[in-house]
């Protein structure tokens, strides 16, 4: 592992192309810039009688016996796992649930990305970012089932949000949702759905939120053009308990909170990775995993206990507690050119990753099968 000092000079700047909505698989735009009303209500079905299914296709010198299982492009860091079922966003501009059994997208609602974030499931709904620019932030619920739209949700921005947002919405333990919302992260109850309260950033505009597992802390991201802050607030008290700088490090961000600290993302298009702070202490930051190259991005994922790290170096499973990896697996090169891997998540005790290399034109969603000691019974 790498140590990342505070004020370390290996720590790139991101690409511009993280602070707008992220570039789909194939390389063009995933969606424009939108307003209020950029997700419709009406949502397409397949019932198990009529759904399509993809028999499922080795890759050679995959990492985990990887199998091709669908063939659906998606937006690389947005495929997440709730209740049985697989969600992401496709780059046709829609917001799909998968059927993990089968690889096949079974619901399907047009949905424009306006910022990088995943959907957030919380009880029955899926919750994403519609609107974001200025002071407007809007966002829309969906039947986790259906797909179809049930509540729309304006959350104004106090201070306009910020140009290097990355993972802006999240939910907590509480149940609540979490939103960057300029100078402040505002706090909604979705099953209101209504504005509880703000916490006041008083270091900047907030470009990444994550709550801890137990609910005792909220990390909020700042980036800018020169430096990555992270501010860590105690909860309910909404007090701040630390805060540090990569004073090197540029537009960061995409949060992930565990036991042992927080995760996040940093770097630059042709070289992306992961890095992992504990106790939210960026001065102790260490990298984990590889990485991306190539206009790839790695993210970090936490799902069925461990921590994932993909790119197109290698993919790992990671300790929530301490950061250490548990297990990786080396990802070979295709006739020469790279493949991507997705950082993982898990759902039926199978892993699941976004997978594309440009060598053999293939794209679509793997199943994994990773060794124990990813199963998750460590300490979370």
């Not at 980036?223 to 805060?243: H, M, Q, W």
Request: proline share 6%.
């Amino acid at each position: 592992m790498i140590v990342i000092a505070g004020a370390s000079a290996g720590i790139a700047v991101l690409a511009n192309s993280h602070h707008n909505p992220p570039a789909s698989a194939g390389g063009g735009p995933a969606s424009s810039a939108s307003s209020s009303a950029s997700a419709s209500s009406s949502a397409t079905q397949t019932s198990s009688s009529t759904e399509q299914t993809t028999p499922a296709a080795g890759l050679a010198g995959a990492p985990w016996g990887a199998e091709l299982i669908g063939h659906q492009a998606l937006v690389q860091g947005s495929l997440i796992s709730a209740d049985g079922s697989l969600y992401a966003i496709g780059n046709t501009s829609t917001l799909d649930r998968i059927n993990p059994a089968t690889g096949a997208v079974v619901a399907s609602v047009p949905y424009n990305m306006p910022v990088w974030d995943p959907p957030v499931v919380v009880g029955n709904t899926v919750w994403e970012v519609s609107s974001y620019s200025g002071g407007n932030i809007v966002l829309q619920g969906y039947d986790a089932r259906t797909l179809a739209r049930t509540a729309s949700l304006p959350v104004p921005a106090i201070g306009a949000v910020s140009i290097a947002r990355q993972g802006v919405l999240t939910s907590g333990p509480d149940g609540n949702l979490y939103v960057a919302a300029g100078e402040t992260v505002a706090v909604v109850n979705p099953a209101t759905p209504q504005e509880i309260r703000r916490i006041q950033v008083l270091a900047g505009k907030a470009s990444s939120v994550a709550v801890s597992p137990d609910g005792t802390k909220l990390y909020v991201g700042i980036g800018s053009s020169t430096s990555f802050r992270l501010v860590v607030f105690n909860l309910p008290s909404d007090t701040i308990a630390n805060e540090s700088t990569l004073t090197s490090g540029g537009a960061g961000g995409n949060l992930v909170a565990t036991s042992g600290g927080v995760w996040g993302m940093t770097g630059s298009g042709q070289s992306e990775w992961v890095w992992f702070a504990p106790n939210g202490n960026l001065a102790q930051a260490v990298q984990v995993g590889r990485g991306a190259g190539g206009g790839w991005s790695s993210f970090p994922s936490y799902s069925g206990g461990v921590v994932w790290v993909g790119g197109t170096g290698d993919v790992v499973c990671a300790s929530p507690a301490t950061g250490q990896v548990l297990a990786k697996a080396d990802i070979p090169a295709d006739h020469g050119v790279a493949q991507y891997f997705a950082s993982p998540v898990v759902s039926g005790g199978q892993a699941y990753s976004y997978y594309q290399t440009d060598a053999s034109q293939q794209t679509g969603l793997v199943r994994l099968t990773p060794p124990a000691a990813c199963t998750g019974n460590v300490s979370s």
